[in-house]
């Protein structure tokens, strides 16, 4: 792990290259040195129906979700969540001049016991 999830407002389209945002972030969790290559998964999903505020529909959203793997003490999980989200702030700088964009970034710990996966990309890349 780490799993972003990313909820987007539909009218962030043709906005925000967000193939790019997904790259982005996938460089900056990797940029942390805590994650491996083969665990890191960046998916965007588009929010057609949503209310924000004061209904103004210039008004726009992005929620990051990041789920980890436990075991992180709390200043490394501070460190990747500051760094991850001061990567995310410069590449959408231009939205917050516009006053109607709102960017928030949560990180959860995953319980260990209740976590299912089977794998075959780490193999891969760890050769």
């Known amino acids: ?5 990313i909820e987007y407002s539909a009218n962030l389209e043709g906005t925000v290259d967000l193939p790019t945002f997904c790259q982005h972030i996938r460089r900056a969790a990797l940029s942390t040195g805590v994650f491996e290559t083969g ?18 529909p210039r008004n726009s959203f992005l929620d990051v979700s990041l ?21 995310m702030k410069t590449f959408l700088a231009t939205l917050f001049e516009e006053k109607y964009f709102a960017l ?16 075959s990309i780490h193999e891969r890349l760890r050769k």
């Not at 436990?70 to 990567?87: N, S, V, W």
């Not at 928030?104 to 794998?119: A, G, V």
């Open 39 to 56: 665990a890191i998964r960046v998916r965007a999903i588009r929010c057609d129906h949503f209310a924000i505020a004061d209904g103004d």
């Open 104 to 119: 928030s970034f949560e990180i959860r710990e995953i319980d260990p016991d209740l976590s299912y996966k089977k794998n």
């Open 1 to 5: 792990m780490p799993h972003f999830t």
């Open 67 to 87: 789920r980890i793997g436990a075991g992180r003490d709390l200043a490394t999980r501070k460190r990747i969540g500051d760094q991850i989200f001061e990567a």
